[in-house]
């Protein structure tokens, strides 16, 4: 048996878990219908196969009606939920990974117009910042009901054969009742804290009546909200004992914190360029006060972190969630002797920031996470090895050269820079982006192990391309700033990439128009209001930055807002005219009846970029594809067939940003959707 700490079982009441590795509750917004069906079970069952010890669904599954999910949950007030969840245990088990389900009412985290239009209920009507929604303080009917709720959705799990549940406390329904901010009821569910915790309890003691004593329960609560007038660490201490000594659960989830605004939910949960395992330690403190089965989650995302967790007692289970989605394969790699092999997770949060905007949670280089009925996880060999040349050694030419190469191609790539990355490794020059080189430096140890082979300082030249006599070029080649956006004056802006890159120095009144509303504008705005220069940020969009996202936007803001940035929206730069040693700008509005007039002396402009596809129009005409992709192929995912040219004697693609400005994933998608089936 292995001694790595990580390795060890662990033995929760009756349930031996295989490992001290969980991927904690999260809601990937997989759904059907509120139903965990096909996509969902998948999802789980690669990382039960990858060898994680408990997966645990839905972040979090509603019991009421009257919590109806913003974005794409499980439905757990509903009878139709049990097959369907029963189907995912068994699969799960089938490869040795335990199960449980989170199930929650979200109180005031939610809104009216969702759902059935049902008011939305909490303790008091204060209103949570980040939903908006006004909420009916809480009568005694409903607090009776919704007690029924969580026992009736505790049973439904009981019959679906979960190992356990797990309450969702912090910033839903449980905790509104526990903080003082936001529980104005009288005696007996509010006042002191035994009196705030009451409805929690009794929502506990109505499940045990249901479930038995045998059936594993737990709670994931903040022990400290870290919030002026909110439950302090001395409240959180006393919960976390109560929690213990009433006998009703089984195991404490432990965060640090309040998820009501955008910035809370960050702390509670970093991003890239924040500190890695920041409640760690607060988490062992509630462990070493209470003695009881503990487990913690929040930007544990290497195994050397995690393995501390565990080897020096600082938690019993260890959460590595976003890691999961990264690589869910991580324990077996650690159980192999192939951690250098995992795939890193960069702390992008492409995966929450999605699911927050109401999309699916998707991993920023791991296009398969979600996709398990479609993509592979893991590269099947090709029964003819083939010669691939791509050019460009971005994210999508080097998944597509990582991809080619676990299928057993020879695989050549043209880089016409002297290092590997694109504007992945541009915009890994900023210190708090710098952990998205990860994605690059991965790819590359792939690449090197199977024998790629990689030309720096290359410059793919349609002569040089075609003397490789390739079976399949892959043109990947990325794009460069579009700053042509203005009816005069065009010559006078720079690219937010002169800017990010160093090239050029940020003046000292400085605006920064930003019309694609990614990283690279308020990359470009943070690096000149850090040089100490006046900074405007303008877009003619109704808010800035939607790219970037609302978990993302924190750590900007905070940098920004410091440095006194400005942020004017709704505003479009129409032309740039020089005047003096100054630029003059003429700014109108997509609304009508507005030109105005303002003076800087730099303009920045952030407008996406323009695909450099001169190489693949000259290859096109000489191809047997003539460049053409049949959509049906690749979305059933199967081999490319086109022959539209007989004489031709190659294959020829274009991916990521040589086809048009996208993002990250959606290049690293291209490269693993098209090479997979090569």
């Not at 449980?100 to 759902?115: A, E, F, N, S």
Request: with cysteine; hydrophobic share 40%.
């Amino acid at each position: 048996m292995s001694n790595d700490p990580l390795l060890q079982p662990y033995q929760l009441k009756h349930l031996t878990l295989r490992n001290r590795i969980v991927v904690t509750s999260h809601e990937p917004a997989y759904p059907e219908d509120g139903m965990p069906k096909e996509r969902y079970r998948a999802y789980h069952v690669e990382r039960a196969r990858g060898g994680v010890a408990l997966t645990m669904t839905a972040g979090s599954a509603a019991v009421s009606l009257d919590s109806p999910p913003v974005f794409n949950n499980i439905l757990a007030y509903k009878d139709e939920v049990v097959p369907w969840l029963r189907d995912l245990v068994d699969s799960c088990h089938e490869h040795g990974a335990a199960v449980m389900i989170q199930l929650t009412h979200l109180g005031r985290r939610t809104r009216w117009d969702k759902g059935d239009w049902l008011p939305v209920v909490s303790p008091s009507h204060e209103r949570e910042a980040a939903h908006r929604a006004f909420p009916k303080k809480m009568e005694d009917w409903d607090i009776s009901r919704v007690i029924k709720d969580f026992a009736d959705a505790a049973e439904r799990m009981k019959a679906a054969g979960m190992d356990g549940i797990e309450l969702e406390a912090y910033g839903h329904l449980l905790d509104q009742f526990n903080s003082p901010l936001t529980n104005i009821l009288e005696e007996p569910y509010g006042g002191a804290l035994e009196n705030r915790t009451r409805f929690m309890f009794d929502v506990l003691g109505a499940i045990r009546e249901r479930v038995g004593r045998d059936f594993i329960v737990g709670v994931r609560y903040s022990a400290d909200e870290v919030l002026a007038g909110g439950n302090s660490k001395g409240d959180g201490l006393e919960i976390s004992k109560r929690l213990k000594d009433s006998g009703l659960v089984d195991f404490l989830n432990v965060i640090r914190g309040h998820i009501d605004t955008d910035a809370g939910l960050t702390d509670v949960i970093p991003i890239q360029g924040m500190a890695s395992a920041p409640h760690l330690d607060f988490a062992g403190e509630i462990r070493a006060a209470t003695g009881f089965p503990t487990f913690h989650a929040a930007k544990i995302a290497d195994v050397a972190t995690a393995r501390h967790a565990i080897a020096t007692g600082k938690v019993d289970m260890v959460g590595m969630t976003r890691a999961h989605m990264t690589d869910p394969h991580i324990v077996r790699k650690i159980m192999e002797k192939r951690e250098d092999e995992i795939r890193p997770c960069v702390g992008a949060n492409y995966c929450l920031d999605r699911i927050y905007q109401g999309g699916a949670a998707y991993c920023i280089h791991n296009a398969a996470t979600g996709r398990e009925m479609t993509m592979p996880h893991d590269i099947a060999r090709a029964e003819t090895k083939r010669k691939i040349v791509i050019v460009g050694a971005g994210p999508a030419g080097l998944e597509a050269a990582r991809v080619a190469g676990e299928r057993g191609h020879e695989v050549v790539v043209f880089e016409a820079a002297g290092s590997a990355g694109g504007q992945v490794r541009l915009t890994a020059q900023s210190p708090r982006r710098h952990e998205m080189i990860g994605i690059i430096d991965w790819r590359l140890a792939q690449c090197e192990k199977l024998g790629v082979d990689i030309r720096y300082n290359s410059w793919a030249e349609s002569d040089a391309v075609l003397a490789e006599e390739p079976d399949v070029v892959i043109v990947a080649s990325g794009g460069l700033p579009h700053t042509e956006v203005l009816t005069a004056g065009n010559e006078l802006v720079l690219s937010s990439w002169d800017i990010i890159a160093g090239d050029l120095k940020p003046g000292s009144d400085v605006l920064v128009y930003d019309d694609a509303g990614d990283h690279a504008g308020l990359q470009a705005a943070e690096i000149i209001a850090g040089s100490g220069a006046r900074v405007e940020i303008m877009t003619p969009d109704r808010s800035f930055a939607p790219e970037v996202m609302a978990m993302n936007l924190v750590p900007y803001m905070r940098s920004l807002q410091k440095l006194d940035a400005i942020f004017t929206v709704t505003f479009r730069l129409q032309e740039v005219r020089k005047d003096g040693n100054q630029l003059l700008a003429v700014i109108g509005s997509d609304y009508g009846g507005v030109r105005k007039e303002r003076r800087y002396d730099q303009i920045v402009v952030n407008h996406g970029t323009i695909p450099l596809d001169e190489l693949y129009f000259e290859l096109k005409p000489m191809s047997r594809n003539l460049g053409a992709v049949s959509h049906e192929e690749l979305v059933a995912g199967r081999p490319q067939s086109r022959a539209d040219n007989p004489e031709g004697s190659f294959q020829l693609f274009r991916i990521g940003d040589a086809v048009a400005a996208r993002n990250t994933h959606a290049a690293i998608y291209d490269g693993l959707r098209l090479a997979k089936d090569l």
